[in-house]
């Protein structure tokens, strides 16, 4: 962790020693003023010394305990930059970082576990740059100048009892610290599935309530907490043995102390002003000698919780771009699987062995069953993952020497589901091409058909669309997702069973604005509905991972093979929703004009 901060450390080279120097000064002002205190004393206690010599000692001791102070604010207002910077850096870094990770690790985060570990790790950071350098190392430096005034004016023995105390005090720390740490990790633990919870319960609401099992979620989520709470009582047990004991070491150390000075006094080593010095160089190292141990605990405790962080940011991503990767160069615009093969693990086979040629300009139709490996040919497409086995082809180009930036450039996706941000219409679609002009954006929603909707609302384009979308409807997202790779204007286009989830007029409507979209390019197309690719130039039939057909529309229905068997039972299954259909509609219109007769 301290090497991961250096670089922060290192770019603010002016502050730190800006802020090192006030620190020295800082606890040498601290320092200095038990002697001025014994000067006072010793001097109040001289009857023929000059009445000014108080007045100027009470007037330097209390300067002394007001520069202690001034310099110790100075210190951290001049830090406070670099430990802002620290944690922002973190923030950035860690949000990066993530954002790089392949599809294998988002497919299995849960997200608020996963913000909640961030937050958690990157407060840690921020606390153990600010407690090490800003209160650990000064507290070391003040109590070892303390015990060396002690050792060169006084006997060895009040030296020797402070280091005993420290020695004891230390050790007792550390050994119940560590015990703690077991509970604290159990708490971040809990409190990391606590945050999960929440968030997948938020986001689900409508499962949630369409179930009616909000009294359901309210259980699991009162469980954790419950659970929490328990791990935080034993927590907080431990942590009071650990003050009871603490605060034990230090009582018995000044008990000492002040017996063996007490002893000197009476004897006429010591005099009353040097009895009031130790006392308050034994004070002034033992309360932060305290607050050495809370620091302690609380520099372990953000250790632990930037444990996940530091797990996180150590996790590799899958797919990389190759040194000095060059940009896809996209003139045609042919795309060739040569030989794939791929699985998600390596005991279950996606993918087999799979030839594909896309000419420039063309369509072609992938179909199959559920669990074909349809959606898997578009993932490997935008080198979401790379192939087991085989190649991937761009004009030629393998998808894997070239940089990811550039090809996911040259390929627009319209997907299934239509992920939208809680942001504004023209935000969500200006998100196809980052830049994009009004002007643009609003060119691109009238190609999509989304324009005169838009226009109409209260708010236009500065319309919020809500989380994942939810104020718009099925259809409207996907115009906007239309909207969003006509701004982007790629080469290459990816339909994945774009309409599947839409009914049979809002269909037509979009499939036609799709169509369109497609004239010169080359497109791959991935339904589940045969309808929506019957004028594809090539379709693809997979079972199970293989290619088993692959032609026009009618040469296949000529083949007889499984797609002719698909297209027969959607025809039938149409056939017969549209008679239910009809059915209702003649039941409706019986019982209306019946109801109307009757009257």
């Known amino acids: 962790m301290l090497r991961a901060l250096w670089p922060y450390l290192a770019a603010h080279r002016g502050r730190l020693a800006a802020a090192v120097l006030l620190l020295v000064a800082a606890k040498l002002a601290t320092v200095c003023v038990p002697i001025a205190l014994k000067l006072i004393v010793d001097a109040l206690g001289e009857r023929a010394a000059p009445a000014a010599v108080p007045v100027t000692l009470l007037l330097a001791y209390a300067l002394l305990r007001f520069a202690g102070t001034l310099f110790g604010e100075l210190r951290d207002l001049v830090f406070s930059r670099v430990t802002h910077e620290a944690m922002a850096g973190f923030h950035q870094r860690a949000f990066a970082h993530v954002l790089g990770l392949g599809a294998r690790f988002h ?63 230390t050790g007792y720390t550390v050994r119940f610290t560590e015990r703690r740490a077991v509970h604290q990790r159990r708490l971040n633990e809990l409190d990391s599935r606590a945050a999960a919870r929440l968030v997948d319960s938020l986001l689900n609401f409508e499962a949630v309530k369409a179930h009616g099992n909000e009294a359901f979620e309210r259980g699991r989520y009162s469980e ?221 929603a009238k190609t999509a058909r989304i324009h005169d909707l838009v226009a109409a609302l209260p708010q236009g384009y500065e319309t919020m669309v809500g989380e994942r979308g939810i104020k718009l409807s099925g259809g409207e997202r996907q115009r906007i997702a239309i909207a969003r790779v006509v701004l982007r204007n790629p080469k290459i286009l990816i339909f994945d069973e774009a309409t599947s989830a839409l009914d049979a007029r809002a269909e037509h409507a979009i499939q036609e604005e799709l169509d369109r979209l497609a004239q010169s390019r080359t497109v791959l197309v991935i339904a589940h509905r045969l309808s929506s690719v019957v004028n594809a130039h090539q379709i693809i039939v997979l079972e199970r991972g293989r290619i088993v057909e692959r032609g026009a529309h009618r040469e296949l229905l000529e083949l007889g093979g499984v797609y002719a068997h698909l297209w027969t039972l959607q025809q039938q299954q149409r056939a017969l929703a549209e008679a239910e259909s009809a059915e209702i509609v003649r039941r409706y219109g019986e019982r209306r004009r019946n109801s109307v007769l009757g009257t």
């Open 224 to 444: 954790l907490l419950r659970d929490w709470m328990q791990v935080g009582l034993r927590n907080q047990r431990a942590l009071s043995m650990l003050h009871v004991g603490q605060s034990a070491i230090i009582a018995i150390g000044v008990a000492s102390v002040m017996l063996l000075a007490g002893q000197a006094v009476v004897g006429g080593s010591m005099t009353v002003g040097d009895l009031v010095l130790v006392n308050a160089y034994v004070i002034q190292i033992c309360l932060p000698l305290n607050a050495l141990g809370f620091v302690f605990r609380q520099a372990r405790d953000a250790l632990v919780d930037a444990e996940k962080l530091s797990h996180l940011l150590a996790e590799q991503p899958e797919i990389v771009d190759a040194p000095e990767a060059p940009p896809l160069a996209v003139e045609r615009g042919e795309v060739r699987f040569a030989g794939v093969t791929f699985g998600y693990t390596p005991e279950r086979r996606v993918l087999q062995d799979i030839d594909l040629v896309m000419p420039p300009g063309s369509t072609v139709a992938v179909v199959g069953g559920s669990g074909s490996g349809k959606s898997t040919l578009a993932r490997l497409l935008l080198r979401l993952y790379d192939p087991d086995e085989g190649r991937v082809l761009i004009d030629g180009q393998d998808i894997r020497r070239v940089s990811q930036a550039s090809l996911r450039a040259a390929i627009g996706l319209v997907p299934q589901d239509t992920a939208l941000f809680n942001d504004t219409i023209a935000g969500n679609i200006a998100y196809g091409r980052t830049g994009a002009t009004r002007e643009e954006i609003v060119q691109a």
């Open 107 to 169: 497919t299995g985060r849960q997200t608020g576990r996963l913000a909640r570990e961030i937050e958690r790790g990157v407060v840690g950071v921020g606390f153990l740059m600010g407690v090490t350098l800003m209160t650990i190392v000064p507290t070391l430096v003040e109590m070892l100048a303390v015990m060396g005034i002690l050792l060169a004016k006084y006997s060895a023995w009040f030296t020797a009892l402070v280091a005993v105390t420290f020695v004891c005090y």
